[in-house]
């Protein structure tokens, strides 16, 4: 399994931006698709996004297309969201999570490594 801390979480206002950031430690980090998922209170832990191992494919939850961009870096084994036109809807405690499976998994139980979480909250 794979090392994961998240950084880059705060307060935004609506439309704003936010950049989160999530490195990685142990094994290798380009063995594993990356995703993230966020958890609202009182919701469920819901999938946002996911990368492809080579960085070449990306998938997006509906709720986010076309506002937020996840991306890896191999060499700084590093991934990132970035987060524009934030809304209110969008506050959660965002984690990012590796898993072993190919292609771009979009279920939890398809991750073996999370992360604590970092928690974005977005004003109105």
């Known amino acids: 399994q794979v090392q994961l801390a998240e950084s880059g979480g705060g307060l935004a206002q609506a439309g704003g931006s936010l950049r989160l950031s999530c490195a990685a430690s142990?094994?290798?980090?380009?063995?594993?698709?990356m995703g993230w998922f966020r958890q609202a209170p009182g919701k469920e832990r819901e999938f946002v996004a996911v990368?492809?191992?080579?960085?070449?494919?990306?998938s997006y939850a509906d709720s986010v297309k076309g506002r937020f961009t996840i991306s890896r870096d191999n060499a700084k084994n590093t991934m990132y969201l970035q987060m524009n036109s934030l809304k209110p809807a969008d506050t959660a405690i965002y984690y990012c999570?590796?898993?072993?499976?190919?292609?771009?998994?979009?279920?939890?139980?398809?991750?073996?490594?999370w992360g604590q979480g970092t928690q974005v909250t977005v004003s109105s």
């Open positions: 990368i492809s191992r080579s960085a070449g494919s990306t």
């Open positions: 999570a590796a898993s072993p499976v190919a292609g771009l998994p979009r279920y939890r139980s398809s991750y073996n490594s």
């Open positions: 142990g094994r290798t980090f380009s063995s594993y698709a």
